[in-house]
């Protein structure tokens, strides 16, 4: 049986985040999203140097920046089924608000959290399917 070019379980794009204190980003998104931990490895002395954690139906790596490979903090868009309550949460593990929750005008409830290892977390939920001439015509508008 041939060996399938993307693993069982993962997507075409998979999110990797570099940063400080990856321990402390696996606690966050477990107490903010409800990431499961699906995998982790350590180095000789025990310290986590990559993990793999999945939110709802999409895995995201993380690993520890070292010297030649520094923190840098990435955005990522995360669809929940409750935007508030989602924020709620992510705010009480420790989050910093970028934006609250509220409707937008593409169709998402949308709110914007930053967690302690500096990534941006937009938290939405979709409410209205719009079509490609509305969601254009929208658009023009808000940006006027």
Known sequence: ????????????????????DL?????????????????????????IRHAEFIIGDSRVMA?????EWPARPAALYLYVPDTDATYQAAMRAGGTSLMEPADQFYGDRNAGVQDPQGNYWW??????D???????????????
């Open 123 to 128: 938290i939405a939920t979709r409410f209205e």
């Open 1 to 20: 049986m041939p060996v399938k070019p993307v693993p069982e379980g993962y997507h075409t794009v998979t999110p990797y985040l570099t940063v400080a």
């Open 23 to 47: 321990p402390a980003l696996l606690e966050y998104v477990q107490a903010a999203f409800g990431a499961t931990l699906a995998e982790q490895t350590a180095d000789a002395e025990g310290k």
């Open 63 to 67: 690993g520890q920046a070292r010297a």
């Open 130 to 144: 719009l079509t490609p001439e509305e969601l254009a015509r929208r658009s023009a508008e808000h940006m006027k």
